[in-house]
């Protein structure tokens, strides 16, 4: 390449890097008033209710998929030592599995199609936790 076609390749690339980044400050609307650290205000912040959906890493069970197969790992943790009911429903809320598991039990989900479900788990009575993982 002769010099003067590596000068203007270069320069295009800069103006375009420095076109993007006045592009991006200016859709942040980055001002000086934008830009000064506001003290947080001291409020705590309240406990979701059980029925929320929660992470796949909760107080009650730890759910991972598998690295090849089409599979999730269910770990059932502590809980009290009681046993837990975990029960997989598909999103029209048809039962698709169900599992007594006691403390640190764990349990393959497999066999399920591609798609997202939901899980509910519960201790005696009382829902601990819900949430939905997707099948890949």
């Known amino acids: 390449m002769k010099p003067i076609r590596k000068n203007r390749i270069f320069s295009v690339l800069a103006l375009t890097a420095g076109l993007m980044s006045c592009f991006t400050a200016g859709a942040h609307n980055l001002t000086d008033s934008n830009l000064a650290i506001k003290p947080e205000d001291p409020v705590k912040k309240e ?80 829902e601990t936790v819900s949430g939905k993982f997707e099948v890949r």
């Open 47 to 126: 406990k979701k209710a059980s029925r929320t959906l929660s992470p796949m890493n909760n107080e009650s069970v730890k759910i991972h998929p598998a690295i090849i197969k089409r599979e999730m790992h269910v770990v059932a943790k502590e809980n009290a030592g009681a046993e837990i009911d975990f029960f997989v429903f598909d999103l029209q809320g048809t039962l698709v599995r169900h599992y007594k598991m006691k403390p640190r039990a764990e349990y393959k989900l497999s066999g399920l199609k591609k798609g997202k479900y939901l899980y509910s788990v519960f201790r005696g009575d009382e």
